[in-house]
C-alpha cells in the first residue's frame, strides 16, 4: 500500500488492486447525557481495534460525551466485523446510545477533520 498525495493536496491510498479516497468514521455517544468515564481506557480501546484491524491514518477524538474514531480501512476489512468489534469493547466506558454514525470522511488530513467536525458542532481542539 502506497499514500500520494493528488494534484488538490487530497491524500490517495493506492492498494495492489484498487485506489481510494478519504476514509470514514465512527462516531457514538452516550445514553441521557452521560459521560465517558475513562477517555484513555477508551482510546487505548480503539488504538487496540486499530491495530487488529491494521487501520491507516487513524485518528481519535474524545468528548465528554461523544467520541469521533476516523481511519481508513484496507479492502479486505469487512465494515460490519470493524463495528462489531468497536462496539463489543466500549461497553465498560459509559451507557450509549442505541444510535451510532458509521459514515466516510472527506479526508483524513487534520485540516479536513477540523472543518468535518465544526460542522458536527465539535471543537478539534478539545477532544
Known amino acids: 500500500m502506497k499514500i500520494e498525495l493528488d494534484s488538490k493536496g487530497r ?3 493506492k492498494f495492489s488492486h484498487s485506489v481510494h479516497q478519504g476514509g470514514y468514521f465512527y ?3 452516550t445514553e441521557n447525557n452521560g459521560t465517558i468515564q475513562n477517555k484513555e481506557g477508551l482510546r487505548n ?3 487496540a481495534i ?3 484491524y491494521k487501520l491507516i491514518d487513524v485518528t481519535t477524538k474524545i468528548y465528554e460525551k461523544i467520541f469521533f474514531f476516523f481511519f481508513m480501512m484496507r479492502p479486505s476489512v469487512k465494515p460490519v466485523e470493524l463495528i462489531e468489534a468497536i462496539h463489543k469493547n466500549i461497553d465498560s466506558f459509559a451507557k450509549w446510545d442505541k444510535d451510532y454514525l458509521y459514515n466516510t470522511a472527506y479526508d ?3 485540516v479536513y477533520l477540523r472543518k468535518d467536525l465544526e460542522k458536527l458542532g465539535v471543537d478539534y481542539g478539545k477532544g
Do not use: A, D, M, P
Request: proline share 0%.
Open 11 to 13: 491524500k490517495l491510498y
Open 27 to 29: 462516531c457514538h455517544k
Open 45 to 47: 480501546v480503539l488504538k
Open 50 to 52: 486499530s491495530i487488529k
Open 108 to 110: 483524513l488530513q487534520e
